[in-house]
C-alpha cells in the first residue's frame, strides 16, 4: 500500500535525480547527450571549463555559476554575480530583477590565474578566484557610460588585457526584443588593462555585440553582431592594427570559441553552427535538430558542448 509518506518520498527523490538525467539522442553522425540543470535554473548561455580541464561550468539565469561535478554528484553552485544576493532571486529569467540577481553571460577562466572572468549583463567585467564565491567587480563603466548589457569575453593572459563585448549601452538584456525591434546599434567592443584597470572602447555602434574569440596568436579578435548577421575580425597586431573586416554569414552570430587547433566554432542563432578557419572560412557546418537556439559551441577534449539562453539543459557529445 503505498501512503502518503511514500509518495512524498518518491517526489523528493524524483526532484532530487533530476539535475542528474542524461538523456541520449542520435542525430547527424553524431551522439547527443543532454544534461538537465534542475528545476529553476535557466539559461546556460555559455559553457566554460577551468585551467585543470574541469567543469564544465555555466552561468544561469539569476545570477548563479554552477559547476558540474559528474553525474553522480549533478550540478554544483560554484559561484554569484550579486554581493547580497538573496534565495528570492532563485529562479528569476528574463526580468529587471536582474538588476539585483545579476546575469552571467561570458564565462572565460584565465589559463595562468585559474581566476573565472565573467561578462555579467547586469554588473558589468567581473572576476572570481578559483575556489568560487562571490565575484567581484572590475569595470562597469567606460568614456563615462554605465554598462547596460555586457556579454561575451575572452582573455590575453600573456598581455593580461581582457577583450570584451557590451551587446547594447542602451538596453537590459531583458529588453533584448526591444532592442532588436528598434535597430539598436549602440554596442561596444572594449578592452580592460588587468594591470592598470583602465577600459578602452575600440569599437562603437555596434549591432548587438555579441561573441568574442582571440585567435591563438593574439595577433586579432573576432567579434560577433548578431542582428547584423556579420563577424568583425579586429586586428591587434601588425600594419592593420585597430583595423577591422567584416565577414557575414547567413545567421547571427552568438558566442565564438577557438578550439586547440586555432579554428573557431561559432553559434549562428538559428538551428546552424558552424567551424571556420582565421580568414572566416567555413570548414564544417552542423545542423542537428536535436540543437535548436544554440548558443554556445565549445570544443573540448574531441567533444563538443552546447549551451541554450532559453532552456534548462545542455548539451554534449
Known amino acids: 500500500m503505498t501512503t502518503s509518506k511514500h509518495i512524498v518520498l518518491i517526489l523528493l527523490f524524483t526532484f532530487l535525480m533530476s539535475s542528474y538525467e542524461l ?47 559528474g553525474e553522480h554528484i549533478g550540478w554544483k553552485l560554484f559561484a554569484v554575480t550579486a554581493p547580497n544576493r538573496s534565495d528570492s532571486c532563485d529562479g528569476v529569467f528574463n526580468s529587471p530583477m536582474e538588476l539585483e540577481c545579476g546575469r552571467p553571460l561570458g564565462l572565460r577562466f584565465d589559463k595562468k590565474s585559474c581566476d573565472l572572468y565573467i561578462g555579467d549583463a547586469s554588473f558589468g567585467l567581473m572576476k572570481v578566484g578559483r575556489n568560487g564565491g562571490v565575484a567581484t567587480s572590475l569595470a562597469t563603466i567606460a568614456e563615462g557610460k554605465p554598462f547596460a548589457l555586457v556579454n561575451s569575453l575572452d582573455i590575453d593572459s600573456h598581455n593580461k588585457v581582457i577583450y570584451f563585448s557590451e ?110 578557419n582565421h580568414l572566416g572560412e567555413i570548414l564544417e557546418s552542423l545542423d542537428a535538430n536535436q540543437i535548436i537556439n544554440c548558443t554556445d559551441v565549445s570544443e573540448v577534449n574531441n567533444r563538443l558542448w552546447f549551451g541554450f539562453f532559453f532552456e534548462n539543459y545542455i548539451y554534449h557529445t
Not at 578550439?259 to 561559432?266: N, P, S, T, Y
Open 23 to 69: 538523456v541520449t539522442v542520435s542525430g547527424d553522425t553524431n551522439t547527443y547527450v543532454k544534461i538537465p540543470l534542475g528545476t529553476n535554473q535557466t539559461g546556460p548561455e555559455a559553457i566554460a571549463f577551468d585551467c585543470e580541464g574541469e567543469g564544465p561550468y555555466v552561468g544561469i539565469s539569476d545570477g548563479r555559476i554552477l559547476k558540474w561535478r
Open 167 to 276: 551587446s547594447s549601452s542602451e538596453y537590459h538584456l531583458w529588453q533584448f526584443r526591444e532592442a532588436i525591434e528598434a535597430g539598436d546599434h549602440s554596442g561596444r567592443f572594449m578592452k580592460y588593462d588587468m594591470k592598470t584597470g583602465d577600459v578602452t572602447v575600440l569599437l562603437r555602434n555596434l549591432s548587438f555585440a555579441n561573441g568574442v574569440a582571440l585567435s591563438k596568436n593574439n595577433d586579432f579578435v573576432f567579434v560577433g553582431e548578431s542582428t547584423a548577421s556579420q563577424i568583425l575580425k579586429y586586428w591587434l597586431t601588425g600594419y592593420k592594427a585597430g583595423t577591422h573586416e567584416v565577414l557575414k554569414y547567413n545567421g547571427g552570430p552568438d558566442n565564438i570559441n577557438r578550439d586547440a587547433k586555432g579554428d573557431f566554432w561559432v553559434a549562428l542563432l538559428s538551428t546552424s553552427k558552424i567551424k571556420i
